[in-house]
T-cell receptor, first 114, second 117 residues
């Protein structure tokens, strides 16, 4: 158990819809990262938050948005969903501690768009 | 830009044998960190091992070791005494600024390892 909690674990929805994925980082971790893993692909970095503020942006579509709340949990909002958005979405957190840079991953939210 | 290349889409290894998974990287940063993660069929990402660019010795963690060759920009993962439970996808990743702890990891496309009894 990494200590990172993601909900929901599975989500099936239709094209054009909007969903929200939630992430609770490990206790004390200030950094939250979102990654997307499409079928048989590596992990694509979407966005990073640090203590409530956006820190880095990767290949995140304009239809996607995220935020980190004062209690440090984060949400990834995906709107106007397309078939190609079907993927495993990971949240990861880090404190920048002993193995600085090591990310602790949640179990992922598997999104299926029909 | 940083890039991780894993040239082996799939590998097979006999149980109890050793196997090497290849990883090469490209970066202009003088300081960086290299990571290996395991993703079993259940989907979670499990951290295996870390190597800092300035570390003098190759990292080891139990049956995992990292063969770090800085001049060749390679960071191969060696798994000794393979077990059936080692069957999984393995991802090499890099942190562009090493020990900052606040930069996203760049991942390769992964290698699928199958351990045969």
């Amino acid at each position: 158990d990494s200590g990172v909690t993601q909900t929901p674990k599975h989500l099936i929805t239709a094209t054009g819809q909007r969903v929200t994925l939630r992430c609770s980082p490990r206790s004390g971790d200030l950094s939250v990262y979102w990654y997307q893993q499409s079928l048989d692909q590596g992990l694509q970095f979407l966005i990073q938050y640090y203590n409530g503020e956006e820190r880095a942006k990767g290949n995140i579509l304009e239809r996607f948005s995220a935020q980190q709340f004062p209690d440090l949990h984060s949400e990834l909002n995906l709107s106007s969903l397309e078939l190609g958005d079907s993927a495993l979405y990971f949240c990861a957190s880090t404190s920048g501690g002993a193995l600085s840079g090591e990310l602790f991953f949640g179990e992922g939210s598997r999104l299926t768009v029909l | 830009a940083q890039k991780i290349t894993q040239t082996q889409p799939g590998m097979f290894v006999q149980e109890k044998e050793a196997v090497t998974l290849d990883c090469t990287y490209d970066t202009s940063d003088p300081s960086y960190g290299l990571f290996w993660y395991k993703q079993p069929s259940s989907g979670e990402m499990i951290f295996l091992i870390y190597q800092g660019s300035y570390d003098q010795q190759n990292a080891t963690e139990g049956r995992y070791s990292l063969n770090f060759q800085k001049a060749r920009k390679s960071a191969n993962l060696v798994i000794s005494a393979s077990q059936l439970g080692d069957s999984a996808m393995y991802f090499c990743a890099m942190s562009p600024s090493g020990n900052s702890g606040n930069t996203p990891l760049v991942f390769g496309k992964g290698t699928r390892l199958s351990v045969i009894a």
